[in-house]
């Protein structure tokens, strides 16, 4: 697909990736984190996501595509650097 400029209105909210989470960015000022693209962590978060659906997707699609919100981490678990 053809990229568009950075930082456009018509933007897409980020979906949480977890099963039955229905947050979505638009909400409020929760913080979204995107797949790791290091294959190894991205693992572990397809594990604890336990969708089957993402386990054959790169961690360069699930770094694209997908996101977690902030309730799924520990505060001590996110690195803010």
Same mark, same amino acid.
């Given at each position: 697909?053809?990229? %568009?400029?950075? +930082? %456009? +209105?018509?933007? #897409?909210?980020?979906? @949480?990736?977890?099963?039955? &989470?229905?947050?979505?960015?638009?909400?409020? $000022?929760?913080? *979204?984190?995107? *797949?790791?693209? =290091?294959?190894? #962590? @991205?693992?572990?978060?397809?594990?604890? &996501?336990? #969708?089957? =659906?993402?386990? =054959?997707?790169?961690? $360069?699609?699930?770094?694209?595509?997908?996101?977690? &919100?902030?309730?799924? *981490?520990?505060?001590?678990?996110? @690195?803010?650097?």
């Amino acid at each position: 697909g053809r990229a %568009g400029p950075a +930082g %456009g +209105g018509a933007t #897409r909210p980020n979906f @949480c990736a977890a099963p039955h &989470c229905t947050r979505k960015s638009t909400q409020s $000022d929760l913080a *979204f984190f995107r *797949f790791p693209r =290091d294959p190894a #962590r @991205c693992q572990k978060w397809v594990e604890n &996501c336990r #969708r089957a =659906d993402l386990e =054959d997707k790169t961690p $360069d699609q699930l770094n694209k595509h997908y996101r977690l &919100c902030a309730k799924h *981490f520990e505060t001590s678990m996110i @690195c803010r650097t």
